[in-house]
């Protein structure tokens, strides 16, 4: 007969391993005792032979600031193959789910305030699409904020583009958003896909993304527009490209052709 677990048992012993994220006054303990043993650890590297204690002393007093820092319990400890774990995951998810709900620029803080604390937290499959979710969002603001006589229009997921700009004499640009990792770039797949929709339609169309363009999405992008196509890219990954994003748009809005 074979030995079959029940899966909710395993599920109930993943949540409790993860801990909650410690209270106030705990964090606070954490912080005064691992100041404590580190600076006992220290004094006794010179006032005594045992290196060792010493050491241990400064290692504990260590891990007592990472929870402070990190507010988050400690699971296990240990040394050589053993790791010391946090219980970072509960509090992962709590944050990415608070950054959805938070305004495009504290999210973005709070993203990346999570990312510095929780390294892991960037591979995580939710936190690259709240991470996606957020930035276009930031877009939008941003170019709300540029074009405040224009009409900044999301658009649904059946209609292309992400995003048009619309002015009041109806002349428009479609949007494309890419967010890509940081190891990622924008390929040429990306640009033919944007030349796809620009084929068929009058308006000027932006591809917009956190990441620069691959040599051969460059030089399919600069021959589309050396043939009359209204095609334009833009790397936007602050506040501190605000001004090539606004030249982008207003050159597309403004190319010959346009609709009237």
Same mark, same amino acid.
């Given at each position: 007969?074979?030995?079959?677990?029940?899966?909710?048992?395993?599920?109930?012993?993943?949540?409790?391993?993860?801990?909650?994220?410690?209270?106030?006054?705990?964090?606070?303990? =954490?912080?005064?005792? !691992?100041?404590?043993?580190?600076?006992?650890?220290? =004094?006794?590297? &010179?006032?005594?032979?045992?290196?060792? !204690?010493?050491?241990?002393?400064?290692?504990?007093?260590?891990? &007592?600031?990472?929870?402070?820092?990190?507010?988050?319990?400690?699971?296990?400890?240990?040394?050589?193959?053993?790791?010391?774990?946090?219980?970072?995951?509960?509090?992962?998810?709590?944050?990415?789910?608070?950054?959805?709900?938070?305004?495009?620029?504290?999210?973005?803080?709070?993203?990346?305030?999570?990312?510095?604390?929780?390294?892991?937290?960037?591979?995580?499959?939710?936190?690259?699409?709240?991470?996606?979710?957020?930035?276009?969002?930031?877009?939008? =603001?941003?170019?709300?904020?540029?074009?405040?006589?224009?009409?900044?229009?999301?658009?649904?997921?059946?209609?292309? =583009?992400?995003?048009?700009?619309?002015?009041?004499?109806?002349?428009?640009?479609?949007?494309?958003?890419?967010?890509?990792?940081?190891?990622?770039?924008?390929?040429?797949?990306?640009?033919?896909?944007?030349?796809?929709?620009?084929?068929?339609?009058?308006?000027?169309?932006?591809?917009?993304?956190?990441?620069?363009?691959?040599?051969?999405?460059?030089?399919?992008?600069?021959?589309?527009?050396?043939?009359?196509?209204?095609?334009?890219?833009?790397?936007?990954?602050?506040?501190?490209?605000?001004?090539?994003?606004?030249?982008?748009?207003?050159?597309?809005?403004?190319?010959?052709? !346009?609709?009237?």
């Amino acid at each position: 007969m074979s030995d079959v677990s029940d899966p909710n048992d395993e599920s109930e012993m993943d949540n409790e391993s993860e801990g909650d994220p410690l209270s106030g006054w705990s964090r606070f303990a =954490a912080g005064f005792t !691992g100041l404590a043993l580190s600076s006992v650890g220290a =004094a006794a590297v &010179f006032m005594t032979n045992n290196q060792a !204690g010493s050491v241990a002393l400064i290692l504990g007093g260590i891990v &007592f600031l990472l929870m402070l820092v990190s507010g988050n319990p400690l699971l296990s400890f240990g040394h050589g193959d053993t790791q010391m774990k946090f219980a970072t995951k509960r509090r992962r998810e709590r944050a990415i789910e608070e950054a959805r709900e938070a305004s495009p620029q504290e999210a973005r803080r709070a993203l990346d305030v999570l990312r510095t604390v929780d390294p892991g937290a960037g591979s995580d499959v939710n936190f690259m699409r709240t991470s996606a979710l957020v930035y276009e969002r930031l877009i939008v =603001a941003e170019l709300t904020r540029l074009f405040p006589e224009y009409g900044v229009l999301e658009q649904g997921v059946d209609l292309g =583009a992400d995003l048009r700009v619309v002015t009041p004499d109806q002349r428009s640009v479609s949007i494309e958003m890419k967010y890509l990792t940081q190891k990622s770039f924008v390929s040429a797949q990306y640009v033919r896909q944007l030349l796809g929709m620009a084929s068929i339609s009058v308006e000027g169309h932006l591809l917009v993304s956190n990441r620069a363009l691959t040599r051969p999405a460059a030089e399919l992008l600069s021959d589309a527009r050396r043939r009359g196509i209204k095609v334009e890219f833009s790397r936007w990954r602050d506040e501190q490209d605000n001004g090539d994003l606004y030249e982008a748009v207003s050159a597309l809005l403004h190319a010959d052709g !346009g609709a009237s």
